[in-house]
């Protein structure tokens, strides 16, 4: 836990985007996210809109596009099954170089892509200048009840731990000569998994022990409050109000 | 499988959301009871973090390829149903937050799909199983194996259901629901052994922990005189348990007769959902008919028997009677075989 808590996506800045208050960002990436997911798919044009705003936000956010663009490589999956939908789809076809295409899985697969990606890239963009425990502090503000705010805390404080707890078990069985090539070493590594499920449950006990001796009684102590001005807010909702603009223009035009 | 943004329409997404906001409140409170009051957050959070990075543990399937575990089972089996859906939905939520694996506005669908559907089918399937099959360790451990194998289908299908209602892509749901449940089908096998295995581990080492074998305790034996004996049990509870899961049976067995016979009587002779899609889109004009198409009760219905609807309700009857013949006759065979190979090496848990 020496890394200071820092998650793989955050990166340190001291942009405008970084010192706006955590819940306002939250709910600007989902109301964008939202908007964007509303947006009828064949206003082609306000998805390039869309993805000149988030240019924008990260500019100001100064995060560099070569970070967000990897990122993006989450979709991957989705983009397999994205080129396969104009196959296998029904309706009207149109013929392209030879291929048989279905007209609705060419809309369907740019819809997906394209709202995929800008969903990816808001939540990137989110990530990438929030804190862990602002993030977290920015969760409780926008009402999610406590209890869960504490888990999730604890779930990424801890992630750390169990994963190196985890990588240390794979070191002791590779120094011990095992590998694992197929099914028949299940056996092992099944019981490195309920080993790990026992360390973790019993370090959640010795946690929670801790945590009685210096007085938790089931709340955590608010220390710093978030708190947004106006002015905040102004800015934060910038990208998703003009994101809404763009998709009414979709929906009208 | 995170859905991604886009993916489902945006009212389904919200209903969707709903759900999987009243889920997380109903569990919130159910966890609060499994874990203990102030207990709950530093253990749910080190349970979640545990499922975290056992998603993390790769299982080499052959030739370079291999799988994970997705985990939902596991939780419910280990750690409870209320705490399964909170652990694996906190995971589901600092996943799409942190690190923008599944969308934003799917938050809703992927925490009905993989927290919401997978651990409750397999904690009812586990309950269910852990109900009929003997008090023992080995059957906490089939048990795990079976739900684990069903959660992953039964996820399948919720999504299917999901994209039927608010799919933003017009591929034919039968297309979809092959796919899906096929390649799930597939998972589930392996994510049923890692469940079964990897419970059978914590079984071995801290029976206690696991909640699902909470009925397995073992019986005090105290020492007297040098001599170990069984403590006194109380006595009641044996012989109302016995009464109690007698009148389970029995209620069960006139229910599913009362469905199957009476009930069928009046049902619908119209073809079910799926049979229907299946006809609009001519899909089913492919479809072979069973093997057993033209067995005595084929397509539910009684041979010469020309009332329709008497002939319908015959076969339900029939058929809860083949069925739990079957049931009870393998599940003897499986009692008696276990009972006599087991006894002296390990006299039980």
Known sequence: ?253 | MHVPDGFIDAPTSAVTGVVAAGALAVSLRGARRELGEERTAPLAGLVAAFIFAVQMLNFPVAAGTSGHLLGGALAAILVGPYTGVLCVSVVLLMQGVLFADGGLTALGVNITDMALVTTVVSYAVFRGLLAVLPRKRRSVTVASFVAALVSVPAAAVAFTLIYAIGGTTDVSIGKVATAMIGVHVLIGIGEAVITALTVGAVIAVRPDLVHGARGLRQRLRLRVNGELVDAPEPAAVPAAARTSRRTVWLTGLVASLVLAGFVSFYASANPDGLEKVAHDKGIDTKAKEHASADSPLADYGVKDVSDARLSGGLAGVIGVGVTVVAGSAVFWAVRRRRGADVSPANPGL
């Open chain 1, 1 to 253: 836990m020496g890394a200071g808590h820092a998650h793989r996506l955050y990166r340190h800045g001291t942009s405008p985007v970084h010192a706006l208050p955590p819940h306002a960002k939250l709910a600007a990436a989902f109301l964008f996210v939202l908007v964007v997911v509303a947006t009828p798919r064949e206003a082609m044009w306000a998805f390039a809109v869309y993805a000149v705003l988030l240019a924008a936000a990260a500019r100001l956010a100064r995060v560099p596009a070569a970070f967000l663009l990897k990122r993006l490589l989450i979709e991957v999956p989705f983009v397999a099954f994205a080129v396969l939908m104009p196959f296998v789809a029904q309706g009207e076809r149109v013929h392209v170089l030879g291929l048989s295409l279905s007209v609705n899985g060419l809309w369907g697969a740019w819809n997906v892509l394209a709202k995929g990606a800008l969903g990816v890239a808001a939540s990137v963009l989110l990530a990438a200048t929030t804190e862990l425990r602002q993030l977290l502090l920015g969760l409780e503000r926008l009402k999610l009840p406590p209890l869960l705010v504490q888990i999730a805390g604890f779930m990424i404080r801890y992630g750390d731990v169990i994963t190196d707890e985890m990588r240390r078990m794979r070191i002791a069985r590779a120094s011990r000569g095992f590998e694992a090539r197929g099914v028949r070493h299940w056996g092992v590594l099944a019981k490195s998994a309920g080993a790990l499920f026992i360390r973790s449950y019993e370090r959640g006990e010795r946690v929670h022990l801790a945590m009685v001796s210096r007085g938790y009684t089931g709340s955590m102590p608010v220390v710093a409050e978030a708190v947004a001005s106006p002015a905040q807010w102004r800015l934060a909702l910038a990208l998703p109000c003009s994101a809404l603009v763009v998709c009414l223009l979709g929906w009208i035009l």
